[in-house]
């Protein structure tokens, strides 16, 4: 494996069956993919770790992906949605708190309509013009991610999920294609937004072969962001005996993402501390450079229960702030009070 981590570092790629043969390698030299990883995250970011407020402002969702806690169709889910006030107060709050991103991400919901969505984009861009809006809303047309777009929204995470045709079919039912997933994250680029895509590792049916697809089509898109997390089963699916995805492998993952796309943002994600309790450390300490904490009010964070025992769901947003400044601090790095916008352009 020593020269697969080597040939990675210095040619920025490696083959399909290379990838494929490094992910499945799991001798020590995982320890000299990290330390890499970790010393192009500093050569590009240094210690800065940028924090983005996770604003979840409704559960409700007319798609079906059938990992998800929220689907349509799971009828134990309480719904719920914040009202614009919500949603303003809690940027109010996450501005008092160093944030200078608010990412509002929910399920796709009819109730938010274009009208709705640009009232409440154009509001908080300008009562703080100095922060990045990023919107994670799922599947609309290019006329809509234009509109949201010209209101003031910087960016879009939409994760590809799988880069491969059969293998997304597998993941949601018919009428979700993987053609239109595509078209989607070809508008939000050719619109001009800073674009997020990205995956869950161990999926149900996912194979080796098909992380190394989503690695090449990463590298071939290249996106200002990439968001991976384990894939964790929820009770009210029928994935729900699925086995979770691996830390190690999640880790390992973020330091190979980290030597294709040198200056790509990288959450270490909630999903990833969810199943490992130091997984935001080690997250970043193999490569990652973002934490995005939750900023919505505590009494509808049970609610948004993509995964079963997502973690930080009774915190205040000051103590989950802290929480995570105290983690940072104690791996060498430092959150910043900057909107962290990619060096990946
Ligand atoms: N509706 C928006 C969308 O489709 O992009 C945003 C919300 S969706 C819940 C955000 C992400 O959660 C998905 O892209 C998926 O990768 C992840 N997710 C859903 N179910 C999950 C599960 N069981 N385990 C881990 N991640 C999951
Ligand atoms: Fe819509 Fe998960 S199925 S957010």
């Given at each position: 494996?020593?020269?697969?981590?080597?040939?990675?570092?210095?040619?920025?790629?490696?083959?399909?069956?290379?990838?494929?043969?490094?992910?499945?390698?799991?001798?020590?030299?995982?320890?000299?993919?990290?330390?890499?990883?970790?010393?192009?995250?500093?050569?590009?970011?240094?210690?800065?770790?940028?924090?983005?407020?996770?604003?979840?402002?409704?559960?409700?969702?007319?798609?079906?992906?059938?990992?998800?806690?929220?689907?349509?169709?799971?009828?134990?889910?309480?719904?719920?949605?914040?009202?614009?006030?919500?949603?303003?107060?809690?940027?109010?709050?996450?501005?008092?708190?160093?944030?200078?991103?608010?990412?509002?991400?929910?399920?796709?919901?009819?109730?938010?309509?274009?009208?709705?969505?640009?009232?409440?984009?154009?509001?908080?861009?300008?009562?703080?013009?100095?922060?990045?809006?990023?919107?994670?809303?799922?599947?609309?047309?290019?006329?809509?991610?234009?509109?949201?777009?010209?209101c003031g929204a910087d960016r879009y995470l939409l994760r590809h999920e799988?880069?491969?045709?059969?293998?997304?079919?597998?993941l949601h039912p018919e009428a979700q294609s993987f053609e239109n997933r595509m078209r989607c994250l070809n508008d939000l680029k050719r619109i001009g937004y800073q674009v997020g895509c990205g995956f869950m590792v161990g999926s149900p049916y996912q194979t080796d072969e098909c992380l190394a697809e989503d690695l090449l089509f990463m590298k071939d898109f290249n996106p200002q962001m990439i968001g991976i997390g384990p894939f964790i089963s929820h009770k009210d699916t029928e994935f729900d005996d699925y086995p979770d995805g691996s830390a190690e492998l999640t880790i390992k993952l973020l330091s190979i993402i980290r030597l294709m796309l040198p200056k790509v943002l990288l959450p270490a994600t909630t999903a990833l501390a969810t199943i490992d309790a130091k997984g935001r450390e080690k997250g970043i300490l193999a490569g990652a450079n973002v934490v995005m904490p939750n900023l919505s009010p505590v009494l509808v964070r049970k609610k948004y229960q993509i995964?079963?025992?997502?973690?930080?769901?009774?915190?205040?947003?000051?103590?989950?702030?802290?929480?995570?400044?105290?983690?940072?601090?104690?791996?060498?790095?430092?959150?910043?009070?900057?909107?962290?916008?990619?060096?990946?352009?």
């Open positions: 494996m020593t020269d697969l981590v080597e040939k990675l570092y210095r040619e920025r790629t490696l083959s399909k069956s290379e990838l494929i043969e490094l992910i499945n390698c799991r001798d020590a030299d995982t320890e000299r993919l990290r330390t890499l990883a970790e010393k192009v995250r500093i050569e590009n970011y240094g210690h800065d770790v940028y924090v983005r407020g996770l604003i979840e402002f409704s559960n409700y969702c007319k798609q079906d992906c059938r990992y998800c806690g929220i689907r349509k169709s799971n009828l134990n889910c309480e719904r719920y949605r914040l009202s614009y006030n919500d949603i303003m107060e809690c940027c109010d709050e996450g501005y008092k708190l160093g944030f200078r991103t608010f990412v509002l991400q929910s399920g796709e919901d009819a109730y938010f309509t274009d009208d709705r969505l640009c009232e409440i984009i154009t509001a908080i861009k300008s009562r703080y013009p100095d922060c990045a809006l990023t919107l994670s809303i799922g599947e609309k047309s290019f006329d809509s991610y234009k509109r949201y777009y010209d799988t880069a491969n045709k059969e293998h997304y079919q597998k995964y079963d025992n997502k973690i930080c769901t009774g915190d205040e947003s000051a103590q989950c702030a802290l929480c995570l400044k105290q983690r940072i601090e104690s791996i060498g790095c430092r959150i910043v009070t900057d909107r962290g916008d990619s060096k990946n352009k």
